[in-house]
């Protein structure tokens, strides 16, 4: 394949990743944000405030580590792809075959969160902490 066009597909893909990390971070503040307003006005809903706050620390955590690595990551891809052509085409594609793996557990992982929601909405609807808490895992397994 041509260098220039995998170079082009490589800097594509970083700036998607770039963007995608920004909705992170953007999601994590919303969720702060929205956790916190829940909290201060005694909201029925205000424990969704811990599994809001949980997630987005991971979310800044993630999305801050890619934002902060981002350029330099393409950086020496460029480098690797000048002196190693096939090297950085057998790097990458071990990479992303664990990212997508990744990707498989996180999926399981985020049903299991909406699954969990779903039963403390219809079990404990009752207590206020199972609804806020359901509520808050709902809203960022939804997006996530």
């Given at each position: 394949?041509?260098?220039?066009?995998?170079?082009?597909?490589?800097?594509?893909?970083?700036?998607?990743?770039?963007?995608?990390?920004?909705?992170?971070?953007?999601?994590?503040?919303?969720?702060?944000?929205?956790g916190?307003?829940?909290?201060?006005?005694?909201s029925?809903?205000?424990?969704?405030?811990?599994?809001?706050?949980?997630?987005?620390?991971?979310?800044?955590?993630?999305?801050?580590?890619?934002?902060?690595?981002?350029?330099?990551?393409?950086?020496?891809?460029?480098?690797?792809?000048?002196?190693?052509?096939?090297?950085?085409?057998?790097?990458?594609?071990?990479?992303?075959?664990?990212?997508?793996?990744?990707?498989?557990?996180?999926?399981?992982?985020?049903?299991?969160?909406?699954?969990?929601a779903?039963?403390?909405?219809?079990?404990?609807?009752?207590?206020?902490?199972?609804?806020?808490?359901?509520?808050?895992?709902?809203?960022?397994?939804?997006?996530?």
């Amino acid at each position: 394949m041509d260098p220039h066009a995998v170079l082009a597909i490589l800097r594509h893909y970083f700036a998607e990743e770039v963007k995608a990390s920004w909705a992170y971070v953007l999601a994590a503040i919303l969720a702060l944000a929205g956790g916190a307003w829940l909290w201060s006005n005694h909201s029925a809903f205000r424990h969704a405030l811990w599994p809001l706050a949980a997630v987005a620390v991971i979310q800044l955590g993630v999305g801050g580590a890619i934002l902060a690595r981002s350029p330099a990551r393409v950086a020496a891809l460029e480098q690797s792809l000048n002196q190693d052509p096939a090297g950085l085409r057998d790097a990458e594609s071990l990479r992303m075959a664990r990212v997508l793996d990744a990707f498989r557990f996180y999926k399981l992982f985020e049903i299991a969160l909406i699954l969990t929601a779903i039963g403390l909405a219809l079990f404990l609807a009752q207590n206020t902490i199972a609804r806020g808490v359901a509520l808050g895992l709902l809203l960022q397994a939804g997006f996530m």
